[in-house]
Each structure stands twice: as structure tokens, then as C-alpha cells.
């Protein structure tokens, strides 16, 4: 497991409950204007995506774009553990992510991929990204995030967006109200 900014994280250290506290807390301040970062490094909210105790994946929302983001990185970035992925999680963490952009000033949202990474391509297209263009072999993406509610409801054969919030998984709403991050 790793953390999003310079340090780096064992499994080890998850298994390790005073760890374990050490590192969400760090996440957490990821988040805090207060939070002095190194060059470079803007604020970001992480948000973990946890379904009956278990991890499937992670997502970050970075609150303000540099040049680089600008250029490749965007302002979301997410992974799905691998063991997880082609069941909907990739699509139902940005959908549910997007409201919490919104709360964070972040609208749209830029987007990117590498060119050949089709299932993210697919990811933020399933969201309502439109492609803007290509630059340093990523495309680049504009994604309105002030759809609020829009939930992505994906199987294995379809992809529909309900206006349906109910579907929205226990850590977003915690999230959403303040109790992890800002
Ligand atoms: C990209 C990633 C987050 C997708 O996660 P996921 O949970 O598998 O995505 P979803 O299940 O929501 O898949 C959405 C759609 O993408 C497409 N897709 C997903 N994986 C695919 C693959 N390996 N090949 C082709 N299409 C794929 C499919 O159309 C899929 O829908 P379907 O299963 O109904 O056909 C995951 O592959 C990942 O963590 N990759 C490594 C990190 C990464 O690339 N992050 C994005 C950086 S921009």
C-alpha cells in the first residue's frame, strides 16, 4: 500500500494499528489548507472506496492544477485493486466522486489517461467526460462534476446513469460529510 505523497507505505505498516492510524491521518492532512506541502504537491482529498470491511480501491481528488497537472496529470487520479477490477468499481468511485469535486470548488474537472489505457478511456467516458485533446500521449478530458446525484449503475453488460443517490456506498457518504478529509 502506498501513500499519495513522498512516503511510501508497507503492508506492514497497514497491519500496524498505530500505523495504520498514522497513515490515514497523514492522508487526512493531505486534504488541509494548513498542510505545508513540498513543491510542486497540491492539496488532494483521498477518498478509499470500502465495501462490508474490504478495500477495493482509491481515489484522489487533487484540489488545484499546476502546469504539469494541467498538462498529464488532471485533477482525479484512481486504482482499483486488481484483484477487483471489470466489476464497475473504477466507474462507480469517479461517479460518486464527483459531487465531492464539486464541494471542493473543482468544476469540471480535467481528466486524463494514457492513449492506450482503454479502460479508464472507458472509466471517464461512463461519467460524461468529454474528450478535449491529446497531449504527451494522454488524452485529456473535461468532466462536469455538478451532476449531483448521478450515480453510474455498471454490470457487466450495461452502463446506465440512474438520478438515484441511494446507491451510494457508506464511505462517500462519510466522506461527503466531513468525516474523513475536508
Ligand atoms: C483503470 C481502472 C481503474 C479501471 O478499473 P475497473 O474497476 O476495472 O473499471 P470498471 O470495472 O469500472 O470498467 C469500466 C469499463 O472499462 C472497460 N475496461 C475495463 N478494464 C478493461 C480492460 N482490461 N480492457 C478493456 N476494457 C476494459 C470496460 O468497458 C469496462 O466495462 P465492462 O466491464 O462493463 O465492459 C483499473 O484498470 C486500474 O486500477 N488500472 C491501473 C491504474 C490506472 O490505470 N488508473 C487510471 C489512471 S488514468
Same mark, same amino acid.
Given at each position: 500500500m502506498y501513500g499519495d505523497g513522498e512516503e511510501k507505505w508497507s503492508r506492514e505498516q497497514a497491519d500496524d494499528p498505530t500505523e495504520f492510524v498514522r497513515l490515514v491521518e497523514r492522508l487526512q492532512a493531505?486534504?488541509?489548507?494548513?498542510t505545508v506541502l513540498p513543491p510542486g504537491i497540491v492539496h488532494q482529498t483521498v477518498l478509499w472506496f470500502v465495501e462490508a470491511g474490504e478495500w477495493f480501491g482509491r481515489l484522489s481528488i487533487r484540489h488545484h492544477l499546476t502546469p504539469a497537472l494541467t498538462e498529464v496529470g488532471g485533477h482525479v487520479g484512481y486504482v482499483v485493486r486488481p484483484s477487483a477490477r471489470r466489476r464497475g468499481y473504477a466507474t462507480r468511485m469517479l461517479a460518486e466522486s464527483l459531487p465531492i469535486a464539486a464541494g471542493l470548488g473543482v468544476n469540471p474537472a480535467l481528466l486524463t489517461c494514457s492513449a492506450d489505457n482503454v479502460a479508464s478511456h472507458e472509466v471517464i467516458e461512463a461519467v460524461g467526460g468529454q474528450l478535449i485533446d491529446t497531449r504527451h500521449g494522454r488524452l485529456r478530458f473535461r468532466v462536469p *462534476?455538478?451532476?449531483?446525484?448521478?450515480i453510474a449503475q455498471r454490470g457487466p453488460r450495461e452502463n446506465t446513469m440512474v438520478e438515484?443517490?441511494? *446507491?451510494?456506498?457508506d464511505w462517500m457518504r462519510d466522506l461527503s460529510r466531513g468525516r474523513i478529509g475536508r
Open positions: 493531505d486534504a488541509w489548507p494548513e *462534476t455538478n451532476n449531483r446525484g448521478l438515484d443517490d441511494s *446507491t451510494q456506498t
